[in-house]
Every structure is written in C-alpha cells, then in structure tokens.
Nanobody, 122 residues
Framework: QVQLVESGGGLVQPGGSLRLSCAASGTFFSIDAMGWYRQAPGIRREFVAKITSGGRSYYADSVKGRFTVSRDNAPNTVYLQMISLKPEDTAVYYC????????????????WGQGTQVTVSS
C-alpha cells in the first residue's frame, strides 16, 4: 500500500507562484514515475506533469514554460513549481505515483494523494 501526502496549495494572485510537494511512503520496491494531475469543478481530472525515475519530464501544453516538475528519489518526493499562475490553473491538484511492488513486477499507476487546493484569484 502506498501513501501520498501533498502540501503547498493555497490562494495566490494571478501572476504569482506556488510550490507543491508530495511525499510517498509505504510498501513498494520502486517508483517509476511521479507526477501531478488536477481537477477543476465540473471538469474531468487532467494530466499536468510527470517525471520518471530517470529524470525525464513531461508536461501538458497548458503549463509548459510555467510549471516545473522535479523529484528527490531519497526520500521519494515530487515537487511542482508553478509560476505565472492564471485563474484557469485553479483546481485541486493530485499527486500520482507509478509503483512496482517487486523487481520486474507490473507497474501500478493507481496511487493517488488526497489532493491540495490551488486557487488563483485577485
């Protein structure tokens, strides 16, 4: 079982910055990728960014150039640095981790944090 605990959300004015953190703990052999999704009211959850264990990062087009995902493998923590925030970035941000229970095991991407609210408003 994997626990993901997010922190760092809050209220910020347009153009401002926030940094989200997510720490993973529990029972797993390895974490392949860690990343972030978000969900605004009435909208399905969408991909924001992720980073692999090798350090390769991927971003949604809507956040490229403004958000940066990074990772510490020891401990298992992923960060999302957000700058130039816009009102449309307002959402609950969820951490996700793709884990393997043992060496060579199938990846499990169904690990989610509880979410942290980000509100961009003047």
């Amino acid at each position: 079982q994997v626990q993901l605990v997010e922190s760092g959300g809050g209220l910020v004015q347009p153009g401002g910055s926030l940094r989200l953190s997510c720490a993973a703990s529990g029972t797993f052999f390895s974490i392949d990728a860690m990343g972030w999704y978000r969900q605004a009211p009435g909208i399905r959850r969408e991909f924001v960014a992720k980073i692999t264990s090798g350090g390769r990062s991927y971003y949604a087009d809507s956040v490229k150039g403004r958000f940066t995902v990074s990772r510490d493998n020891a401990p298992n923590t992923v960060y999302l640095q957000m700058i130039s925030l816009k009102p449309e970035d307002t959402a609950v941000y969820y951490c996700n981790a793709e884990t393997r229970l043992y060496r060579g095991g199938s990846p499990d991407s169904g690990n989610w944090g509880q979410g942290t609210q980000v509100t961009v408003s003047s």
